[in-house]
Nanobody
Framework: QVQLVESGGGLVQAGGSLRLSCAAS????????MGWFRQPPGKEREFAAA????????YYAESVKGRFTISRDNAEKTMYLQMDSLKPDDTAVYYC?????????????????WGQGTQVTVSS
């Protein structure tokens, strides 16, 4: 089993920044593809960003491209999401996920392990 724990969420004004962290433990592998998804109030969970096991490849949803940066530190078994120029539309519960396999994973069904989520609220 793999356990994922997100942290770093909070309340921020529009235009501000937050950095989310996702710490992995248990039967982890540094080659696990990982990603961030988010669930806005009253909506379905949606893809935000993905990173390959080595960190060499990344992919972003159009809605966050150019504002969010995904990264990982495999020695620390931690993944990050740097969120800049935040907008009220970014308000959501943010979840980190880990997948089995290689490459980039961008759909919910590709992920096996999930964290409990962290709330991000952007005020206007």
């Amino acid at each position: 089993q793999v356990q994922l724990v997100e942290s770093g969420g909070g309340l921020v004004q529009a235009g501000g920044s937050l950095r989310l962290s996702c710490a992995a433990s248990g039967r982890t592998s540094s080659t696990f593809p990982m990603g961030w998804f988010r669930q806005p109030p009253g909506k379905e969970r949606e893809f935000a960003a993905a990173i390959s096991g080595t960190g060499m490849m990344t992919y972003y949803a159009e809605s966050v491209k150019g504002r969010f940066t995904i990264s990982r530190d495999n020695a620390e078994k931690t993944m990050y999401l740097q969120m800049d120029s935040l907008k009220p539309d970014d308000t959501a519960v943010y979840y980190c996920g880990a997948a089995v396999g290689y490459g980039l994973k961008i759909t919910l069904s590709q992920y096996t392990y999930w964290g409990q989520g962290t709330q991000v609220t952007v005020s206007s």
